[in-house]
């Protein structure tokens, strides 16, 4: 169990440390996580809502801030290439993101084409039902997400690798609002970048 929560200790390390380094990322994962933190109790509510709270707002925002805002070249504090960190990354690096928001963004489209989906979902006819099916692809989609990336872990790494990086994401919003809670404050005093060392474990 020890080993088991030094790797988490370490996974989180290594993903703030080489991914978070732009302020307004940081901000942008706090709306994200708070925004998660609500999805969570909405699963026990209203799954479909939970589904397009989580991807329209808080993916949304959460992915803004590494595709549009952390920088892609050298990583002078921790002497890394961009192509280095997206090749040791755990988790889903930008390639990968880019084909699960891919097929994110192209599941409302094949809803609408095909009410239904091929009797996987419950047929719509008006827009309110539209979007509960929405909110249900949605939901399988990001539990597919999560479980593909921690099996293909199980083999490519490690069994325990695996679950420990299925149980960061899954407590990631409660760890982002802890970690990210003051970067609007920095942000405003014109704090771009967080000053980092990779010396420095959390």
């Not at 293909?152 to 802890?178: A, E, N, R």
Request: hydrophobic residues 50%.
């Amino acid at each position: 169990m020890n080993t088991f929560f030094e790797e988490l200790r370490v996974q989180r390390w290594d993903d703030h440390r080489y991914y978070h380094h732009c302020r307004i990322n940081q901000s942008l994962h706090l709306i994200s996580a708070m925004a998660f933190v609500v999805s969570y109790v909405l699963l026990f509510i209203d799954p479909p809502l939970a589904a397009l709270l989580a991807w329209l707002v808080s993916m949304t925002t959460r992915q803004a801030g590494h595709f549009f805002f952390e920088p892609l070249g050298y990583d002078h504090v921790n002497k890394a290439t961009n192509e280095y960190k997206e090749e040791i990354k755990v988790g889903y690096n930008l390639r990968r993101k880019v084909v699960l928001l891919s097929v994110w963004a192209c599941l409302p489209l094949a809803i609408f084409m095909n009410p239904g989906l091929f009797g996987l979902l419950p047929e719509h006819d008006n827009f309110a039902d539209y979007l509960r099916a929405v909110g249900y692809a949605w939901l399988f989609l990001g539990a597919a997400a999560l479980l593909v990336r921690t099996v293909h872990l199980f083999f490519i790494k490690d069994v325990q690798s695996g679950l420990v990086w299925m149980t960061k994401i899954l407590t990631d919003p409660f760890h982002d609002i802890y970690l990210y809670h003051k970067a609007p404050i920095q942000l405003l005093r014109g704090e771009r970048f967080a000053p980092m060392s990779a010396r420095h474990v959390q």
